[in-house]
């Protein structure tokens, strides 16, 4: 009942920001490669993804993406602006710091 009012409560902040609220289907998103969509069973005791494929990474990040990538598929929205997976080869983003006192911006050595 708590996880239905919490939903309730999101949708109806979503709505007075502009914003919507999908629902997805969860059955599966931390079985599968959200890289690859090959299917990796796992214990819930197993806290690491481990893809023969693509590699290995936190199994709480693999459901999130997998949950993201079945949302925007079912708006219809592309998965990858990069010509790859975003996930595996995501775009290069520069940095940049404001000092304080100056208006002029920086880039950030990395």
Excluded: Y
Aim: charged content about 25%; hydrophobic content about 35%.
């Amino acid at each position: 009942a708590a996880w239905g009012q919490f939903l309730d409560i999101l949708t109806a902040v979503a709505v007075k920001r502009g914003k919507q609220v999908l629902r997805v289907d969860p059955p599966g998103t931390s079985q599968n490669c959200c890289v690859c969509e090959e299917r990796v069973p796992k214990t819930l005791s197993e806290r690491v993804h481990d893809c023969p494929r693509c590699g290995s990474w936190d199994r709480d990040l693999n459901a999130a993406i997998e949950i993201l990538k079945r949302g925007l598929r079912a708006v219809g929205l592309p998965l990858s602006g990069c010509g790859g997976s975003w996930f595996t080869s995501p775009l290069k983003q520069q940095l940049r710091e404001v000092i304080l006192g100056n208006s002029r911006l920086q880039p950030v050595r990395a």
